[in-house]
């Protein structure tokens, strides 16, 4: 396996060489669409009516836990936090043409918790899917990886990320500081179908609109090793 864990700590992300086979990456396609459409106590989220994307995909789906729990990824992750890690949180992206969508530059700033309690630290309280969230000390979040799993060719023209490389490494950036890092260059995280890349939620990132009519599903698991002070729990937390 091509890893390499300087890359990912200085540069805030990894793109592996090695991919799924073409069969499981079919599987998981079946699996993430079957999800998409709000199978099984995944929660879809629509637009004009077209589904674009499903929450709780791990909690939900047997056959994807049982998929990466055997994959390289996720052994890479496990050594790379060095302690028993757990997935905190699952999501299919798609970007149709009937439900299309962009993302501006931004960081992953928030977890999903089980119960809202007033707890030093956790701030900015909201609610997705009728799930709280909250945005945890910077610690906790620097110490997350997220590992993105692509289910289709993801290039430029259809909404490939974009990531600002080492900008994970100054913690919480504030919406006014974002244009400088923009200004330092960015760069296109194209990945084939099968393909994966491992990034920190603090690390940057945004991503277009897709150009075109086809698919570019993406498997999106962010994993922990920290438990959260008491009384707080993860709303998800998914041995693999």
Known sequence: MTFSAPQLEQQGYHIFRETFPANVTRAMQAECDRLTSGASGAVSIKKKDAAFAARNVLAASEELRSILGESFYVACIKDILQADAFAVRGIVFDKPFRANWFVPWHQDLT?????????????????????????????????????????????????????????????????????????????????????AMLMRPLLLHSSRASDTSVHRRVLHIEFSCDELPEPLEWKWRVPL
């Open 111 to 195: 977890i999903a918790i089980k119960e809202r309690r007033a707890i030093v630290g956790f701030e900015n309280w909201t609610v997705k899917a009728g799930i709280p969230h909250a945005r945890p000390p910077a610690a906790i979040l620097s110490r997350m990886i997220t590992l993105r799993i692509h289910l289709d060719n993801t290039i430029t023209s259809n909404g490939a990320l974009q990531i600002i490389p080492g900008s994970h490494r100054n913690g919480i950036v504030s919406p006014s500081e974002i244009p400088d890092y923009v200004r330092r260059g960015s760069r296109v995280c194209e990945v084939g179908a099968g393909g």
